[in-house]
C-alpha cells in the first residue's frame, strides 16, 4: 500500500513563496500520477495540479504562472513551488496518488498553508 506525507506548508505573507513536499512509500513511485490538492471549510476539496507519469503535468487555471508540480523519481518525491501566494491559496494542501491498474488512490494527511494579507 502507498503511503503519502506531506510537508512545507507554513504562514507566509501574500507574495511570499513556500515549498511543498510529497514524499511516497509503497514501490510504484515512478508508475504513478501525482496531484496536488487543496480544501479550505465548508468547499470541496479541489485539484491544484498533477503530473502523470509521463511527466506531463496540468494546473487549475488560478494558480497557472504562479504554482509548479515537479517530481523526483530517486527520491520518490513531489513537489509543488508555491510562489506569488495570495490569501485565497489558504487551505490545507493534500497529496495524491494514483495508479489504477493496482487500484491505488492514495491520500497524505494534508499540511496547512496560510497566507497572511
Known amino acids: 500500500q502507498v503511503q503519502l506525507v506531506e510537508s512545507g506548508g507554513g504562514l507566509v505573507q501574500t507574495g511570499g513563496s513556500l515549498r511543498l513536499s510529497c514524499e511516497a512509500s509503497?514501490?510504484?513511485?515512478?508508475?504513478?500520477?501525482f496531484g496536488w490538492y487543496r480544501q479550505v471549510p465548508g468547499k470541496r476539496r479541489e485539484l491544484v495540479a498533477c503530473?502523470?507519469?509521463?511527466?506531463?503535468?496540468n494546473y487549475a487555471d488560478s494558480v497557472k504562472g504562479r504554482l509548479t508540480i515537479s517530481r523526483d523519481n530517486a527520491k520518490n518525491t513531489v513537489y509543488l513551488q508555491m510562489n506569488s501566494l495570495n490569501p485565497e491559496d489558504t487551505a490545507v494542501y493534500y497529496c495524491n496518488a494514483v495508479l489504477l491498474s493496482r487500484g491505488i488512490d492514495a491520500w497524505g494527511q494534508g499540511t496547512l498553508v496560510t497566507v497572511s494579507s
Open positions: 509503497g514501490g510504484i513511485f515512478s508508475f504513478g500520477s
Open positions: 503530473i502523470a507519469a509521463s511527466g506531463v503535468t
